[in-house]
């Protein structure tokens, strides 16, 4: 057990630091990078392949639109480059968690939490590549109104067709890598749920803030021409992070609680 939690870690540190040589990561970002992708070794080579097949093509596709991403949402979004730790515990942190109860105790709930999260997260990241990318301009989730590239609780289309395949996509992985088909179908419906919730909770209690110069809505503290913006809707510490957190937590209790 100890030799494999530490081939784990070593594994693991390999992976995060050629990650933060990529600037996917931040140097925070890779040191839980390597945390977590210690604790899904742990628990299985399976769990640690799944999260790696996530990782890597989550990675490729921020990096793939990086340019074009930002150009269109960084008067936007809050954080953009390399995911820094927060964000990686807010995307892998359930995940995390799943994994270190499967470590000690193997119940079929665990591998189903787990799954279920990262298909969440993964749901979330190829809808929010794709979509703003290539979707058409997104309406509100809640009102329907067209908003703004980048804003939270936007869906348009193509990001909605990003989100089910990304979901598919780790399903598929696990599938492969021997989970029980019926874990692997909770994991999915728990993945695409997940990102509905991310979208709910972005249009409704995610904090919006407002730049007076520009007359823009944003979620950065500071807009990017340099004047602090003002708190405007939500709930002010209810940022991206905090809403990527609830919604892998939701996708992975769902898929936990199908999987019975
Ligand atoms: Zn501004």
Known sequence: MLSHILIGAALSIVIATAAWRARSLSAGGAVAAAVIGTLAIAAGWAWGALLVAYFVV??????????????????????????????????????????????????ARWLALGAGALAASAADTWATELGTRYGATPRSILTGRVVPVGTSGGISAIGSVGAIVGALFVAACALALGWAPRLVLVAAVGGVVGALVDSLLGASVQGGRWCDTCARGTERLRHDCGTLTRHVRGVAWLDNDVVNFLSGLAGGLLAAWLAG
């Open 58 to 107: 989550s990675s490729a596709l921020s990096h793939a639109g990086r340019e074009i991403k930002t150009q269109r949402t960084s008067a936007i979004v809050s954080k953009a480059g390399p995911r820094d730790g927060i964000q990686v515990l807010a995307n892998g942190g359930v995940f995390a968690v799943a994994a270190l109860a499967a470590a000690v105790d193997p119940a």
